[in-house]
């Protein structure tokens, strides 16, 4: 029997964004905005050389952190890359795997993505898979077969662990752009995502759909409303430490309709 999912998860992605000072500010905002334990998961996915200070000003508060990216492999030469053990070393609680930058400005394919998440899964770490169409495939019809296809790509590579990812869908051209999925849109794509969970792996419904691409303030609640969407990652507006409270109560109100 499915375990029903409880609360809702937001996750931040500050992309190659930050540094020491602006980072401790919006920390600390965080930290002090949560001081009641939220109903919803709450994280922020930060650039590696931060890793170190994040754990050290969220250990002990309701927020996790995690990484931006891991190295397809265990350990070795591999000049530049970090490793899932390594990251480990941090604290990390999940890593974004195949967000649609890497897969578009470092070539990342389905199969190299799949590895990833395989790497981050042995070291305990939870990959947080990004799947989605861009502008173009999407105009070409072609979105359910884009996410359906990169998703079976970490499903094919990882079998039964796949019960243990967390699955972001981002439509490209809402990243970043001001341009978000109508609920509508989004609900429907995660509903296809759910559906090729749950025919190839057991205990599918334990894996979070999240929802990404320019939610704000003002559009979360609609979006986490929808029956498909158990969170959301969040990029810009998780710079803003108002803006990320206000999705986080978002996400808390959906929550407890669940
Ligand atoms: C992202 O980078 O994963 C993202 C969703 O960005 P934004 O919220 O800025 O569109």
């Not at 397809?72 to 530049?80: F, K, L, N, P, Q």
């Not at 470092?106 to 394919?109: D, G, P, T």
């Given at each position: 029997m499915n375990q029903p999912l409880a609360g809702k998860r937001i996750v931040g992605n500050w992309k190659m964004n930050g540094d020491l000072a602006a980072n401790a500010q919006l920390l600390r905002a965080l930290v002090d905005g949560l001081q009641q334990a939220p109903t919803s998961h709450v994280g922020v996915c930060v650039p590696a050389p931060y890793l170190s200070q994040a754990a050290q000003l969220l250990a002990g508060s309701p927020v996790c952190w995690g990484a931006q990216d891991v190295s397809?492999?265990?350990?070795?030469?591999?000049?530049?890359e970090v490793s899932a053990h390594m990251l480990r070393d941090f604290g990390v609680r999940f890593v974004l795997v195949g967000h649609s930058e890497r897969r578009q400005h470092?070539?990342?394919?389905d199969a190299l993505v799949a590895t990833k998440a395989q790497q981050a899964l042995a070291a305990g770490i939870t990959p947080i898979i990004c799947v989605g169409e861009t502008l173009q495939e999407r105009e070409a019809g072609l979105t359910e077969s884009v996410v359906r296809r990169q998703l079976a790509a970490v499903i094919h590579a990882n079998g039964a662990c796949t019960s243990e990812v967390w699955v972001a869908y981002e439509p490209v051209w809402a990243i970043g752009t001001g341009h978000t999925a109508t609920p509508e849109q989004a609900q429907q794509v995660h509903a296809v995502l759910r559906a090729q969970l749950r025919a190839a792996v057991d205990r599918a419904d334990r894996v979070p759909l999240l929802y990404g691409g320019s939610m704000n303030a003002s559009n979360a609640a609609a979006l986490l409303e929808q029956a498909d969407i158990d969170g959301g990652l969040v990029?810009?507006?998780?710079?803003k430490g108002a803006d990320f409270l206000s999705i986080i109560a978002s996400a808390n109100n959906a929550a407890a309709t669940y």
């Open positions: 397809a492999h265990a350990s070795g030469a591999y000049t530049g470092h070539a990342e394919s990029g810009g507006a998780s710079l």
